[in-house]
């Protein structure tokens, strides 16, 4: 059994910045990738940033420019460097990682921008 604990989420002002971090544990995996989902309400989950464990990398279009995707595969953790936030990044920020067999979630983390 695979757990993701995600922390860094909060409150902050448009313009501002803030860090996700998402560690994963349990029983023995190989990761292909971890990266970060969001969901606003009423609205579908959507990707935001991944990294593959070769190190390419996937954005949204929305945050390219402004958000950075990072990883460290040796402690099994990925970061997310948000920048210039705005309003409409108000979302549940959902760590994700994927095996060549399984994919995982974690609980989530309310990021609230505020204008």
């Known amino acids: 059994q695979v757990q993701l604990v995600e922390s860094g989420g909060g409150l902050v002002q448009a313009g501002g910045s803030l860090r996700l971090s998402c560690a994963a544990s349990?029983?023995?995996?190989?990761?292909?990738?971890m990266g970060w989902y969001r969901q606003a309400p009423g609205k579908q989950r959507d990707l935001v940033a991944v990294?593959?464990?070769?190190?390419?990398?996937n954005y949204k279009d929305a945050v390219k420019g402004r958000f950075t995707v990072s990883s460290d595969f040796a402690k099994n953790t990925v970061y997310l460097q948000m920048n210039s936030l705005k309003p409409e990044d108000t979302a549940v920020y959902y760590c994700?990682?994927?095996?060549?067999?399984?994919?995982?979630w974690g609980q989530g983390t309310q990021v609230t921008v505020s204008s």
């Open positions: 990294v593959a464990t070769g190190g390419s990398t």
């Open positions: 994700h990682l994927r095996t060549y067999l399984n994919t995982y």
């Open positions: 349990g029983s023995s995996f190989n990761i292909r990738a």
